[in-house]
């Protein structure tokens, strides 16, 4: 099939015309002849140099600055120029950063003696930027502050998807135990021999482990020795042999309690062997002002958590100690002049 093409040499137009539409076609720009007079000046330039078209028309290019004619000369020797900076002359005497570049027109064109310059007003240029460099500042600011309001709320929302990562309802169930407890008037539960508090912390040892059984031993040869309440020891040496069972372990791992009773205090000791401790995790151990803020982002400290809350609220202490063979060893005291005994 014969291609098809648009016959234009009906179409072509006088250079008299191109000299009168040209401006049109450059955008931005400035039509000189090859005396380096004003044939056409874009419409956007007249209102920023504040003159008319007819004031310019057949006027020399120097009109605007006393440089630009020769600097032009000069710069078109080659046929073209890039962006040269120039001070124009504003109708009213004030001096305008233009941006010139140029070339003839008949590089391109089967027109001669027509000079095309391409003016960019560099104030504007310039004010473009500062708004450009203000939104910036303002978008980065914005970010900013945004950021750090929501540094908070993502660290809960992590800490609590990690806390849904795990057993939901078990972990629920002691946010809401260590919360309630602050409400104090707690009734008095029931008393309990050591004996009574080892066979239910075995129990809870086999629904806590997370991977290889743990092996619980209470070493203290009185297990008839009571605790008028009962619960509150069972809670508190329940919460952290369930730290350990949710922890990383190997097989031949063991828990082993001690008791140590005088006549001021009772004292239990709790070693662990065998429990893969993280690093971050050893160093969250000896702090004493551990917190909410801790447990979002470790939720496996929760049961900790619950036991130091214990200690405390019975005026105890609690220490934690590493031996340099990576074991565990969880020292508490509670004096008798507390209601615990």
């Known amino acids: 099939m014969k291609e098809e093409y648009n016959d234009i040499t009906t179409a072509i137009i006088s250079e008299t015309d191109i000299r009168q539409q040209i401006g049109t076609l450059f955008p931005d720009s400035v039509i000189l002849d090859n ?159 050591l004996q009574s508090v080892c066979d239910a912390l075995v129990a809870n040892i086999q629904e806590g482990s997370v991977d290889h059984p743990v092996h619980f031993h209470c070493s203290s040869p009185d297990r008839s020795q009571v605790f008028k309440n009962g619960e509150i020891v069972l809670s508190l040496l329940r919460n952290l042999i369930l730290f350990f069972c949710q922890q990383p372990k190997v097989t031949n791992n063991q828990l082993l309690l001690e008791t140590h009773s005088s006549r001021d205090s009772v004292e239990f000791v709790l070693r662990a062997k065998g429990f893969l401790l993280s690093n971050s995790l050893t160093e969250k151990l000896s702090n004493t002002n551990l917190g909410y803020s801790e447990i979002l982002h470790y939720p496996e400290l929760i049961n900790l958590y619950a036991a130091k809350k214990i200690v405390f609220k019975l005026k105890g202490e609690i220490q934690f100690t590493i031996t340099p063979q990576r074991e565990a060893i969880v020292s508490i005291t509670i004096l008798r002049n507390n209601p615990f005994h």
Do not use: C
């Not at 001096?95 to 001669?112: C, D, M, Q, R």
């Not at 003696?113 to 473009?128: A, C, T």
């Open 35 to 193: 005396r380096l007079n004003f044939i056409s000046v874009s419409q956007n330039i007249l209102k920023t140099i504040g003159y008319t078209s007819d004031e310019l028309q057949g006027m020399p290019v120097s009109q605007l600055s006393t440089t630009i004619q020769e600097l032009i000369k000069e710069k078109l020797k080659p046929g073209y120029f890039a962006e040269e900076r120039f001070e124009v002359r504003s109708n009213i005497g004030d001096t305008i950063p233009f941006g010139v570049s140029g070339f003839y027109l008949g590089l391109i064109a089967e027109v001669n003696g027509l000079i095309v310059l391409k003016f960019r007003n560099l104030d504007e240029v310039s004010k473009m930027q500062s708004r450009l460099d203000a939104k910036t500042l303002e978008l980065d600011l914005f970010v900013y502050h945004s950021a750090h309001a929501l540094r908070g709320p993502l660290a809960t929302l992590m800490g609590l998807m990690g806390i849904f990562a795990g057993k939901l309802d078990d972990k629920l169930h002691r946010l809401i135990y260590f919360s309630e407890s602050d409400k104090g008037n707690e009734s008095v539960a029931q008393t309990l021999t």
